[in-house]
């Protein structure tokens, strides 16, 4: 009696060529991007978060402090303190505008946003990401 091919006995990959199948489609498409370190990346996202607390000079001082050690680092914390300079002149700008009654709602909208994208910008470079900020004035290049 012959036997007829059917799926059950139709031949499949061998378990060693299934391992090399699965590691071929699992291996990541080459983005051209050094990778970063963890202490990059964690110095970048503190450069973020202390903004949150220091407004400027947190990231001035990690800035300072870190700018030569990594591109990643010196990327971020240009970034973080170009945002807070800018919240630093809106906030002026609130300040001043608050004799005619609109800095009382300008105040407290800008810190808010200032909150948020700093949240953003410490998960995106946890990440290894580097984050622009929106509608910041980059002062320091």
């Given amino acids: 009696?012959?036997?007829?091919?059917?799926?059950?006995?139709?031949?499949?990959?061998?378990?060693?060529?299934?391992?090399k199948q699965?590691?071929?489609a699992k291996e990541p498409v080459g983005t051209g991007q050094p990778e970063i370190s963890k202490n990059a990346t964690n110095m970048a996202m503190l450069c973020h978060l202390l903004a949150i607390f220091t407004a400027f000079?947190?990231?001035?001082?990690?800035?300072?402090?870190?700018?030569?050690?990594?591109?990643?680092?010196?990327?971020?914390?240009?970034e973080a303190l170009n945002f807070q300079i800018t919240v630093l002149i809106a906030m002026i700008a609130s300040?001043?505008?608050?004799?005619?009654?609109?800095?009382?709602?300008?105040?407290?909208?800008?810190?808010?946003?200032?909150l948020v994208f700093c949240i953003i910008a410490s998960i995106k470079a946890s990440g290894g990401q580097a984050y622009r900020y929106p509608l910041s004035i980059r002062?320091?290049?």
Avoid: H, R, Y
Wanted: overall charge negative.
């Fill in 22 to 24: 699965d590691t071929e």
């Fill in 57 to 78: 000079i947190g990231p001035l001082i990690i800035w300072l402090m870190k700018k030569d050690d990594d591109p990643f680092i010196n990327d971020q914390g240009k």
């Fill in 1 to 19: 009696m012959a036997k007829s091919k059917t799926p059950e006995n139709a031949e499949s990959p061998t378990s060693s060529e299934q391992t």
């Fill in 95 to 114: 300040g001043l505008l608050s004799f005619v009654c609109i800095g009382f709602i300008l105040m407290p909208l800008v810190w808010i946003v200032d």
């Fill in 139 to 141: 002062l320091v290049k």
